[in-house]
């Protein structure tokens, strides 16, 4: 037979009540009390009817998080930040993949099973700013990513023009003259390509050094393949170039690989950074220099900003909270000394 309240708090000799506290924690409960309380819940094997409990509270206990492709290793290691991030505030994820289209983005904004969760995280890459009206919801959501600003709910992002400035300073720093871009997207105005591509001509303009189209390779998706094309484009029209700004670390990567390919050393005839902060870029040979744009605080601010929202904690406008960034100095692009 399924064990119930009564027989956890008759084994640890307390009320009904006083389990349901412990469960639901509580915050004024005795330590003594509790540890009773979970030790019988531990001996007994006690698991709480999630059904019931969601009834009663009006809360499932999940949030939902909406990613264009867990096929890039950044959208993989986000969703294992928020994930870890929901389960140490007892909250579970449900995962919805929407392939960048846009249709299926919006539509996942209206779905009938956001119903099984509490809130969304949504990071949309199909989507644009004229779909900001669209973030008008009846449940609490937050923002992630670089499509739209100035929306109707909160929104946590990075900063990716400050970064990508100084990604670019960073090599000029060192002495690089003839930096290439691999990953710009053609025509784009608002998104990561367009603001990271903003950065760098800034740092270039502040440097006095002039932007030359010719030295920036175009990209669709950012997938290690769509960058080592790029640099075989870019080595093939005959570009001198003595350093590569990756737009992120899976384009960086290869490129990295095909100028190895191509006989050029890095460092020491092309530095290369990347963006991102990716776990793999550590171990590639040599190890990839890269912009960590503070992925793991995003996942945790997000989930934070969620729960205080599903909780009606906050009863403010709609924030726009940024990220601070750092550069990983490693083999493929040493700073100045």
Known sequence: MAVTLHDVARVAGVSIKTVSNVINDYPHIRPATKQRVEDAIAELGYTPNLTARSLRSGRTGAIALALPDLGLAYFAELAASVIAAAEASGVSVLVEQTGADPGRERELLRSPRLKLTDGLIFSPLGMGQEDAAALAVPYP?????????????????????????????????????????????????????????????????????????????????????????????????????DAVFGLNDTLALGAMRVLQEAGRRVPEDVAVIGFDGLDEAEYSIPSLTTVDPGRDWIAKTAVKTLLERIGGEVDVPPRTLLADFRILERESAPAAR
């Open 141 to 241: 959501l937050v923002l992630l990513g670089e499509r739209i600003f100035d929306g109707p709910t909160d929104h946590v992002t990075m900063r990716n023009v400050e970064a990508a400035r100084a990604a670019t300073a960073y090599l000029l720093a060192s002495g690089r003259r003839r930096i290439a871009v691999v990953g710009a997207h053609e025509g784009e105005i608002i998104g990561s390509a367009a603001l990271r591509l903003q950065g760098y001509r800034e740092a270039l303009e502040e440097a006095g050094i002039p932007f030359d189209e010719d030295l920036i390779g175009y990209t669709t998706f950012w997938h290690r393949a769509n960058g080592a094309l790029s640099m075989r484009e870019l080595l093939a029209r005959g570009v001198e170039l």
